[in-house]
């Protein structure tokens, strides 16, 4: 008996890989869906293939508006879907997130040390302020993310350098006018890298990008020898316009104290200045600054600012701040603000400078940090706008999905993750066309969370930036709630529909569309459901989000405040014996001590506590309504000795059973993703042993502070949902190959289902909703066909937590089976009496009585039988007995986009009986195969199909006009609805026949 070998023997082993086998039909799985999302691009479809990958793309499920009836916040369906949709055998969908465009924003960071510039018409360095960066998306999903960022250095040996002559006269910085340096390794200097050249004898540096090598001194520069590895070879650099700086004060810095003012940089608004109370000490390496303001309105440590003396102006990074009293009687209250920086530089002299500076190409690295997950960070960012990973082009999901994106600098490659299984096929044998931005590369996978500023500013460089992550910075408030931020503060139609295309009737909305994108004097790309139009690979489509009941602005509950604080009980020996509330010396002198008492420290007065919302600089107070999870604890105690701090919370306000979260020094706290509900919070310090009493406690209300609340079931109106209906069957109607697959509110029961239908099926009624889609009309008849509506809903699990089950829009689960049952088994055959997975409950209950009826109004019922849930019957919503069945109209569309396939390939022939023979062949031979597949009935081919294309159909008068006619008749399978069992007692046995 022959024994496997443990071990392979040497040699060559040749795997020959199969070719994947090219798709015979056209697919019929795909589906379209189009909702509210926390993140992902506006109205530009994006192609999704995984959980994980929607996930990357548009996040966790977007919160809404606050339901007050159940006490929670309601979210979009959007997610809950597509996860339904993969899980019940779907592998490929287009996702289109929805919004109002014109209100929705982007969260803007400031990036910690770095600033921006411009060049203005004199060729001279401007410096504009702090650098922001954005959100890769619109919306609130960023509250919580902080950016930080770090500086790389790589020294350069420096060869030579010659600086351009500059004299008093002219009053101008000197600029490089040759550079010569030897690299460390081949190809280290790359065009937009930015040099450091720092003069230490005189303090002074000098910042510039490199424009490119001289190419006439690299071609006569021999190569270097293996043998010598030392032996580099030399390169001249092209420098740009010089950024010149000084790490020394000038003169007049402590001379004019009474001027200095602090100038604080926000994208959204501009701060005023900030008075300086108390004048700046002599300067050494660090300037420490007693500000006249109050720490929420301080600039946070890691921001830049501008600070004024005098005429001159020093730009600083903050490195720390804290609350602070200033001398004199009586003190007042300011804060200490501690930085780094320089000083830029109006006029230089030759003599100024030494001759052998150090050189140093300098890098940015950029980290995000994301509550409850890992931080993710970018590294070997330029600062200039031609370098091949300049931060700056850090692509917005807009720019890296769209179908038509943003011009692309010179020598950076386009770069779009919009693309089809056939395009990355078609691609894959041309690297030419697949070639990609190297900032969009680095930035897609695993998607980076922030993107570029999108503003015009020249260059960015560092200012006293540090060389690890040290502080980290939020977004910016705007002032706008979440909802708002999200452009959802509104639902109506329009978030879902093209407001151009809408209109139109059945029969014109493909040449609406093909206008508004090409033809139109200001072409653009479509939106909402519309923006389906152009993704060919589609045939079903669903619009989850649809069915929400709205929400409305409303006043805010008032905020429930902890009571005031009682003072802590302390024992009589641990005063002192000066003190005048304590007792005499005798009386302590007689009482054992048991704890030692520093009477120099006396009585520690309580902290001051205030919160304020963690995203922007909003205004500190006792209490917070906030919808993030995310907000920022400050303390501030006058005492001035060492004091260690003890942080309280409770779900009490009279903090019965409180824990403690911080324990230390500092005088802030930042909390992140506390979930939905009300916390108190308070502080006492401890000075040597003796402790203070609490401070009054602040309070502050997560989530049902929304000012946003649903709007109860039963002041629903259904004028947005028809209006949604009607456009998504006009759309699958025009197209003539998508199926439209639609359901109702969760709280309709069935005598409103049934009048939900009746509505929708009307055909130009008597009665016109207002603001709403119009009905469809005599014409429009057949387009019921592409639709199909399900209800109720199924209850299901929310990703990641099994213990909290929520009822979702049944178009995840019925997606996910018709695109698995066409994978499977083909797209003739009915998608109903399928077991459909992640499903616990189904909400509203349909009782039996009403199946029957249900089965009349071509309702199709998701049901809870024996062996699991299932819907068993697939009906479209059209009045023709013969569309009727979901599996025919998706038969019929597979043979249209069958005959658009192959059609393309006969355009340009000539129309002889010979081309008409092979037309028929290759018809024939597609419907034979769908035939031995039980696409047809019928008991041989003949029956089930036949392609006419002989003088019947192409007369002479139709040749003569360059037409060319073919007509496949086919006859549909029909699913068996009934199935007859017939018992037979035979003696003492039974028989079963069927």
Same mark, same amino acid.
């Given at each position: 008996m022959p024994v496997a070998p443990a071990r392979r023997l040497p040699g060559i082993d040749f795997e020959v890989k199969a070719s994947q086998p090219a798709e015979i039909l056209p697919r019929m799985d795909v589906a379209v869906f189009v909702g509210f999302a926390s993140s992902g691009p506006l109205h530009i479809p994006v192609v999704v293939e995984s959980v994980p990958e929607f996930m990357k793309v548009f996040g966790q499920d977007a919160p809404l508006a606050w339901d007050g009836e159940k006490g929670e916040r309601i979210h979009a369906y959007l997610a809950p879907t597509v996860r339904a949709f993969f899980l019940n055998g779907g592998e490929r969908c287009w996702v289109i997130r929805v919004a109002n465009e014109n209100e929705a924003r982007y969260n803007y960071f400031p990036v910690p040390g770095l600033a921006c510039a411009t060049i203005d018409e004199k060729r001279k360095v401007v410096i504009t302020g702090q650098a922001f960066a954005r959100a890769r998306s619109e919306g609130s999903w960023s509250d919580s993310l902080e950016v930080g960022s770090s500086l790389v250095k790589r020294p350069v040996e420096l060869l030579d350098l010659e600086l351009e002559s500059s004299t008093a006269s002219d009053a101008s910085l000197p600029g490089i006018k040759r550079l010569v340096v030897?690299?460390?390794?081949?190809?280290?200097?790359?065009?937009?890298?930015?040099?450091?050249?720092?003069?230490?004898?005189?303090? $002074?540096?000098?910042?510039?990008?490199?424009?490119?090598?001289?190419?006439?001194?690299?071609?006569?520069?021999?190569?270097?020898?293996p043998l010598r590895p030392d032996e580099r070879t030399p390169v001249q650099l092209i420098c740009g316009v010089p950024l010149w700086f000084c790490t020394k004060p000038p003169?007049?810095?402590?001379?004019?104290?009474?001027?200095?003012?602090?100038?604080?940089?926000?994208?959204?608004?501009?701060?005023?200045?900030?008075?300086? /109370?108390?004048?700046?000490?002599?300067?050494?390496?660090?300037?420490t600054l007693f500000l006249d303001t109050s720490l929420e309105r301080s600039p946070e440590p890691g921001s830049v600012v501008k600070v004024e003396v005098g005429s001159s102006a020093f730009w600083m990074t903050v490195d720390k701040r804290v609350t602070a009293l200033t001398e004199g009687s009586p003190p007042k209250e300011a804060v200490m603000v501690t930085g780094r920086g320089m000083w830029p530089v109006d006029y230089l002299r030759d003599e100024q400078l030494?001759?052998?500076?150090?050189?140093?190409?300098?890098?940015?690295?950029?980290?995000?940090?994301?509550?409850?997950?890992?931080?993710?960070?970018? +590294?070997?960012?330029?600062?200039?706008?031609?370098?091949?990973?300049?931060?700056?082009?850090?692509?917005?999901?807009?720019?890296?999905?769209?179908?038509?994106?943003?011009?692309?600098?010179?020598?950076?490659?386009?770069?779009?993750?919009?693309? +089809?299984?056939?395009?990355?096929?078609?691609n894959r044998e041309r690297p030419e066309l697949s070639l990609q931005s190297a900032i969009h590369q680095s930035s897609a996978d695993?998607?980076?969370?922030?993107?570029?500023?999108?503003?015009?500013?020249?260059?960015?460089?560092?200012?006293?930036?540090?060389?690890?992550?040290?502080?980290?910075?939020?977004?910016?408030?705007?002032?706008?709630?979440?909802?708002?931020?999200?452009? @959802?503060?509104?639902?109506?139609?329009?978030?879902? @529909?093209d407001e151009d295309i809408a209109p139109s009737r059945t029969t014109d909305l493909i040449s609406t569309a093909d206008f508004v994108r090409y033809q139109s004097p200001a072409p653009r790309t479509l939106r909402g459901i519309h923006a389906a139009m152009g993704i060919e690979e589609a045939t079903i489509l669903a619009v989850p989000d649809a069915v929400h009941l709205g929400w409305e602005h409303?006043?805010?509950?008032?905020?429930?405040?902890?009571?005031?604080?009682?003072?802590?009980?302390?024992?009589?020996?641990?005063?002192?014996?000066?003190?005048?509330?304590?007792?005499?010396?005798?009386?302590?002198?007689?009482?054992?001590?048991?704890?030692?008492v520093d009477c120099p420290v006396g009585e520690v007065p309580s902290p001051e506590l205030k919160v304020r919302d963690l995203p922007g600089l909003g205004a500190a107070s006792d209490r917070l309504d906030t919808e993030s999870g995310s907000f920022v604890l400050n303390w501030f105690s006058p005492a001035e000795d060492e004091?260690?701090?003890?942080?309280?919370?409770?779900?009490?306000?009279?903090?019965?059973?409180?824990?403690?979260?911080?324990?230390?020094?500092?005088?802030?706290?930042?909390?992140?993703?506390?979930?939905?509900?009300? $916390?108190?919070?308070?502080?006492?310090?401890?000075?040597?042993?003796?402790?203070?009493?609490?401070?009054?406690?602040?309070?502050?209300?997560?989530?049902?502070?929304?000012?946003?609340?649903?709007?109860?079931?039963?002041?629903?109106?259904?004028?947005?949902?028809?209006?949604?209906?009607?456009?998504?069957?006009?759309?699958?109607?025009?197209?003539?190959?998508?199926?439209?697959? /639609?359901?109702?509110?969760?709280? $309709?029961?069935?005598?409103?289902?049934i009048r939900y239908t009746s509505t929708l099926k009307s055909i130009n009624p008597s009665y016109r909703i207002p603001k709403s889609v119009e009905p469809l009309g005599y014409g429009e008849t057949n387009a019921f066909s592409y639709a199909a509506l399900y209800h109720p809903w199924p209850v299901v699990p929310v990703e990641d937590q099994t213990d909290i089950v929520r009822p979702a829009p049944p178009d995840g689960v019925v997606c996910g089976t018709v695109?698995?049952?066409?994978?499977?088994?083909?797209?003739?055959?009915?998608?109903?009496?399928?077991?459909?997975?992640?499903?616990?409950?189904?909400?509203?209950?349909?009782?039996?009585?009403?199946?029957?009826?249900?089965?009349?109004?071509?309702?199709?019922?998701?049901?809870?039988?024996?062996?699991?849930?299932?819907?068993?019957?697939?009906?479209?919503?059209?009045?023709?007995?013969? @569309?009727?069945?979901?599996?025919?109209?998706? /038969?019929?569309?597979?043979?249209?986009? /069958?005959?658009?396939?192959?059609?393309?390939?006969?355009?340009?022939?000539?129309?002889?009986?010979?081309?008409?023979?092979?037309?028929?062949?290759?018809?024939?031979?597609?419907?034979?195969?769908?035939?031995?597949?039980?696409?047809?009935?019928?008991?041989?081919?003949?029956?089930?199909?036949?392609?006419?294309?002989?003088?019947?159909?192409?007369?002479?008068?139709?040749?003569?006009?360059?037409?060319?006619?073919?007509e496949l008749r086919v006859a549909p399978s029909l699913p068996m609805r009934f199935l007859t069992i017939r018992l037979v007692q035979n003696g003492d046995r039974l028989i079963v026949a069927t």
């Open positions: 030897r690299p460390l390794s081949i190809g280290e200097i790359r065009k937009g890298d930015l040099l450091l050249l720092t003069f230490r004898e005189g303090g $002074y540096s000098l910042m510039t990008p490199v424009q490119g090598i001289d190419k006439e001194m690299d071609k006569d520069a021999s190569p270097p020898s003169e007049d810095f402590v001379s004019t104290p009474d001027t200095a003012g602090v100038y604080m940089f926000r994208h959204y608004s501009s701060l005023p200045k900030i008075p300086v /109370l108390k004048p700046p000490p002599e300067f050494d390496d660090t300037l030494d001759s052998k500076p150090s050189c140093d190409i300098l890098t940015l690295e950029l980290q995000v940090r994301q509550p409850n997950n890992p931080s993710v960070k970018l +590294t070997g960012l330029g600062f200039e706008k031609s370098h091949d990973l300049f931060w700056g082009f850090l692509p917005t999901d807009e720019e890296l999905y769209s179908a038509e994106p943003a011009p692309i600098p010179e020598g950076h490659h386009p770069y779009s993750l919009r693309k +089809t299984k056939e395009d990355a096929e078609e695993p998607r980076f969370p922030i993107a570029g500023p999108g503003d015009n500013s020249t260059f960015f460089f560092p200012v006293a930036m540090p060389f690890v992550p040290t502080h980290f910075l939020g977004a910016e408030n705007d002032g706008k709630s979440s909802l708002e931020r999200d452009g @959802l503060s509104r639902f109506d139609a329009s978030l879902f @529909l409303a006043a805010p509950v008032p905020l429930t405040s902890p009571p005031e604080p009682s003072p802590i009980s302390r024992p009589e020996h641990s005063r002192c014996p000066d003190d005048k509330s304590s007792p005499s010396a005798e009386q302590v002198k007689k009482e054992e001590r048991r704890h030692f004091k260690t701090f003890f942080l309280e919370e409770s779900f009490d306000p009279g903090f019965t059973n409180p824990s403690v979260v911080y324990c230390g020094a500092e005088t802030e706290m930042k909390m992140y993703g506390r979930s939905s509900g009300q $916390y108190f919070y308070r502080v006492r310090a401890v000075v040597a042993g003796q402790t203070s009493d609490w401070s009054i406690g602040v309070s502050v209300r997560i989530g049902a502070a929304s000012p946003w609340v649903l709007c109860p079931g039963e002041h629903y109106s259904d004028n947005t949902l028809l209006s949604v209906h009607r456009s998504s069957i006009r759309l699958c109607a025009a197209r003539g190959d998508m199926l439209a697959t /639609l359901s109702v509110p969760v709280h $309709y029961r069935e005598e409103d289902t695109a698995g049952r066409a994978l499977a088994r083909g797209a003739w055959v009915s998608p109903a009496n399928g077991i459909m997975k992640g499903i616990i409950s189904l909400s509203p209950v349909i009782s039996a009585a009403w199946h029957s009826r249900f089965q009349e109004e071509q309702i199709n019922i998701l049901r809870q039988e024996p062996q699991g849930f299932l819907c068993m019957n697939s009906d479209t919503l059209s009045s023709e007995e013969d @569309l009727r069945p979901v599996n025919v109209r998706r /038969l019929l569309s597979l043979l249209r986009r /069958l005959a658009l396939r192959h059609g393309v390939s006969y355009v340009f022939e000539p129309n002889n009986a010979a081309f008409r023979r092979r037309v028929q062949r290759g018809f024939e031979s597609m419907l034979n195969y769908m035939y031995v597949r039980g696409a047809f009935k019928g008991t041989t081919p003949e029956a089930a199909y036949q392609v006419v294309n002989d003088e019947t159909v192409n007369t002479s008068q139709s040749v003569e006009q360059g037409r060319f006619i073919v």
